[in-house]
């Protein structure tokens, strides 16, 4: 089992910043941020790879970044230049089963309970 804690929401303006942090339990192969909206299926955000290899949803490629700090099994997410589109509940995944690493909800059996981030115009 791993336990996920998300944290580093809330709400910012159009074009700012904001970082997402996630701890976890124990480290595993694969950890990913994936944000919904109500009424709208999850969506893949971020997929980060064991080697630091990420995979970026193209909504988001070339404004958010992403990092592991396994030493202190923790993830994060840079949200730049937001976008009110970028409000979601975001949530942190991870997977010891998979091994892919991507962008779909069925890779990651593990998840966080989410940190809401509003974006205003």
């Known amino acids: 089992q791993v336990q996920l804690v998300e944290s580093g929401g809330g709400s910012v303006q159009a074009g700012g910043s904001l970082t997402l942090s996630c701890v976890a339990s124990?480290?595993?192969?694969?950890v990913g941020w994936f944000r919904q909206v109500p009424g709208k299926e999850r969506e893949g955000v971020a997929g980060i790879r064991y080697d630091g290899f990420i995979r970026f949803s193209e909504s988001v490629k070339g404004r958010f970044t992403a990092s592991r700090d396994d030493a202190n099994k923790t993830l994060y997410l840079q949200l730049n230049n937001v976008e009110p589109e970028d409000t979601a509940m975001y949530y942190c995944?991870?997977?010891?089963?998979?091994?892919?690493?991507?962008?779909?909800?069925?890779?990651?059996?593990?998840w966080g309970q989410g940190t809401q981030v509003t974006v205003s115009s």
């Open positions: 995944a991870a997977d010891d089963q998979v091994f892919s690493c991507g962008l779909a909800i069925s890779e990651y059996n593990y």
């Open positions: 124990k480290y595993t192969y694969c």
